[in-house]
T-cell receptor, first 113, second 116 residues
Framework: KQEVTQIPAALSVPEGENLVLNCSFT??????LQWFRQDPGKGLTSLLL???SQREQTSGRLNASLDKSSGRSTLYIAASQPGDSATYLC????????????WGLGTSLAVNP | NAGVTQTPKFRILKIGQSMTLQCTQD?????MYWYRQDPGMGLKLIYY???????DKGEVPNGYNVSRSTTEDFPLRLELAAPSQTSVYFC???????????????FGPGTRLTVL
């Protein structure tokens, strides 16, 4: 059974720092991995989607990497800003359950001015 | 495009009451989903649909029903509300190119439901 874990659960950094959020999954047979952002009281916004055949995806100051063999993904945020404060969620679609996302619990990020 | 819209935004129900949470998407997505999100528990899939007329259970379907008569709409029905159904409910949609693998999911803003 696929399980997704995100570490740390919470992170507080000063503005301008580069930071890394971690996501691990137990079954390496995945179709894709996605990173989402959730602002308090709001819905989820997709940030990056990495197909199983890809190693990384970039969007602006965000870079997500995928290492299927080790069951890990990282979300790198460059030059963090207070507006980056949110909860970041990782989710995978497994080869054995290809219609459903399996979600991590998220990392709550606070970027302090 | 409005994307995924949900109504209502907030609702308080008494135990035993029923209600329907509405969800509509205008992106012509074939897949639609209902999730609930509880503090510290992450997102749990309630029901999903891969096309009009086709629905299937997710992880936590008990106490809920769905229908998908059109591509655009995917309402979620609570028949006998219980305090355990107090949660935030999110509807999402995505497009599948085939073989069941889908693109990213687009989420609505959520419905905050309290059952007293």
């Amino acid at each position: 059974k696929q399980e997704v874990t995100q570490i740390p659960a919470a992170l507080s950094v000063p503005e301008g720092e580069n930071l890394v959020l971690n996501c691990s999954f137990t079954d390496s047979a995945i179709y894709n991995l996605q990173w989402f952002r959730q602002d308090p009281g709001k819905g989820l916004t997709s940030l990056l989607l990495i197909q199983s055949s890809q190693r990384e995806q970039t969007s602006g100051r965000l870079n997500a990497s995928l290492d299927k063999s080790s069951g890990r993904s990282t979300l790198y945020i460059a030059a963090s800003q207070p507006g980056d404060s949110a909860t970041y969620l990782c989710a995978v679609i497994s080869a054995g359950n290809n219609r459903k996302l399996i979600w991590g619990l998220g990392t709550s990020l606070a970027v302090n001015p | 495009n409005a994307g995924v819209t949900q109504t209502p935004k907030f609702r308080i129900l008494k135990i035993g009451q029923s209600m329907t949470l509405q969800c509509t998407q205008d992106m012509n997505h074939n897949y639609m989903y209902w999730y609930r999100q509880d503090p510290g528990m992450g997102l749990k899939l309630i029901y999903y649909s891969v096309g009009a007329g086709i629905t299937d259970k997710g992880e936590v379907p008990n106490g809920y029903n769905v229908s998908r008569s059109t591509t655009e709409d995917f309402p979620l029905r609570l028949e006998l509300a219980a305090p355990s159904q107090t949660s935030v409910y999110f509807c999402a949609s995505s497009y599948s190119h085939g073989q069941g693998v889908t693109d990213t999911q687009y989420f609505g803003p959520g419905t905050r439901l309290t059952v007293l």
